[in-house]
């Protein structure tokens, strides 16, 4: 290995919000392995995902481009995609080896994005699951991995019905043991890990679910700005799709099954850690973790109740913020602990890996290279990071509706949203309602004070615009912000012609 190469390891968390660690002050949750990488480097406490779901987050990462750079700027599944670079082949061409393992959540299935090999299970249901083969390959799949009953996108906490030993998160770590064990040693490796846990289903192993379930924890924070809560409490679809479907503000579980759902999800992440802690010990045996470059991130987070909201889509913290930590190699003699304000989104994390590898970033790139910040250098950066999000095909104005139903009843259906985050505020603005909201993101950091009443917004709505203002979809006519345009998953004209994409008509 060349000594200016780093082995490289890419964790990735599915659905952890950014105060999901112990190193973020997180009053139960219990991350010693996670901790370690933000104590022995750099934590960034402005760490975002750009759009926050599954998909589009995961192209972010892997092309190093921003959500409208890309196309992608909501959720839709089966959408082929050809990147002008990926972070795997750019790792490649500087001569790592190079190994996916886990959830990759990118069309066509099996496409290789130029990783050299891949084990893949972006679920515990489903064919051509890796996971599920190794764990028993003469089982039905749904009724082998899915037993538990919990559904793969609500709000349902249980224990796993099945042994610690036998879960995805082990398989991925057992996997990750196994590959370095046998990589090519002439070769500095690159290790993307990619975990499904804490996304639903909420089903720890049985000793993490049973720790938080005995403790009191903290209820869901619901801010000044919320409207109280009116919908129903009890038969809620276990299905998070009946937020988008049937309650105007989302929704709201009595105190048991709420109990039981965060207990769950701080569970999987309590066990995820003690898997890499796993991956840690067998790593600093074989002298390697000295030598590598660990990054860790989550594709986007979890509301959990805050807000009166559950799953992800949502410009507050508890969706668009992640867990954001870099442990340098030792022998850069990097500053340890260091907790940084600067705003950091998923683009970044491919130019940052090249950088560390000494291969040139690719000119598609919307991202920046961390290492100065990571180094403890003084570097100019940017001044606030774009996030936004459309909610899928029935984005946009509903047709129908009462003329004097207020904003909401219009919208049950649509949510698009532009937001602006910098080292302290965010400004988040509805595409579709106009609607403003203004947070002191470092001295409030659940979002419970809503200040746009007391700010000038001028300055950010004009940043906002300068941000729009080249968007086909017309949030912008260059004066000022224009609400109830068609905001769609897809930005025009950038879905793939083979796709067949077209886009609702409202």
Request: proline share 10%.
């Amino acid at each position: 290995m060349a000594d200016a190469q780093p082995h490289i390891l890419l964790v990735m968390t599915d659905q952890q919000r950014s105060d999901a660690l112990g190193i973020a002050d997180h009053p139960v949750l219990q991350t010693p392995a996670m901790d370690e990488i933000g104590a022995t480097g750099a934590r960034f406490r402005r760490g975002y995902t750009e759009a926050p779901a599954c998909i589009p987050a995961r192209r972010v990462l892997m092309s190093g481009q921003a959500p409208a750079a890309n196309g992608m700027v909501g959720m839709v599944g089966g959408m082929p995609w050809n990147p002008p670079a990926t972070l795997a082949g750019a790792l490649g061409a500087a001569g790592y080896e190079t190994r996916m393992i886990g959830k990759i959540h990118l069309y066509p299935q099996r496409k290789r994005y130029g990783f050299d090999a891949m084990e893949l299970a972006d679920s515990t249901r489903g064919a051509g699951n890796d996971y599920l083969d190794w764990l028993h390959g003469e089982i039905p799949l749904d009724r082998w991995a899915m037993a538990h009953g919990a559904t793969p996108n609500g709000w349902v906490g249980r224990p796993n019905h099945l042994p610690e030993e036998r879960t995805h998160t082990f398989w991925c770590v057992s996997r990750a043991i196994q590959f370095l064990e046998r990589r090519d040693p002439s070769q500095p490796f690159f290790l993307n890990l990619s975990f499904i846990d804490p996304h639903p289903p909420f089903t720890p192993p049985r000793f993490f679910f049973d720790r938080y379930a005995a403790m009191d924890l903290p209820p869901p924070v619901i801010g000044d700005w919320v409207e109280p809560w009116s919908g129903p409490n009890r038969g809620v679809d276990p299905e998070v799709r009946s937020e988008r479907r049937f309650y105007r503000r989302g929704m709201n579980l009595d105190p048991l099954p709420m109990h039981f759902m965060r207990a769950a999800y701080f569970g999987m992440i309590n066990h995820i850690d003690m898997q890499l802690s796993r991956l840690f010990q067998y790593m600093r045996d074989r002298r390697l973790l000295e030598d590598t470059l660990v990054v860790f991130v989550s594709d986007h987070g979890e509301m959990l109740g805050d807000h009166y909201h559950i799953a992800k889509g949502y410009p507050f913290e508890a969706s668009a913020g992640i867990p954001f930590l870099v442990m340098p190699p030792e022998a850069w003699g990097a500053p340890h602990a260091q907790v940084r304000d600067e705003p950091v989104g998923l683009q970044d994390v491919m130019p940052t890996l090249i950088d560390a590898a000494g291969g040139e970033i690719p000119a598609s790139c919307t991202g920046r290279s961390l290492l100065p910040l990571v180094r403890g250098q003084a570097a100019s950066w940017r001044d606030v990071l774009h996030l936004e999000y459309a909610s899928g095909p029935e984005a946009g104005p509903r047709r129908g509706g009462a003329p004097n139903d207020p904003p909401f009843a219009r919208q049950i259906w649509s949510r698009g949203w532009h937001a602006l985050v910098g080292e302290r505020h965010k400004y988040i603005w509805d595409s579709q309602t106009g609607q403003e909201l203004f947070f002191d993101v470092r001295n409030d950091p659940f979002e419970a004070r809503d200040l746009s009443s007391q700010t000038d917004l001028d300055p950010w709505r004009q940043r906002l615009i300068e941000e729009l203002r080249r968007r086909p979809e017309g949030f912008t006519d260059g004066a000022r912000l224009v609400p109830g345009q068609r905001h769609v998953h897809m930005v025009p004209g950038l879905a793939p012609p083979e796709y067949g994409y077209e886009p609702p008509v409202f």
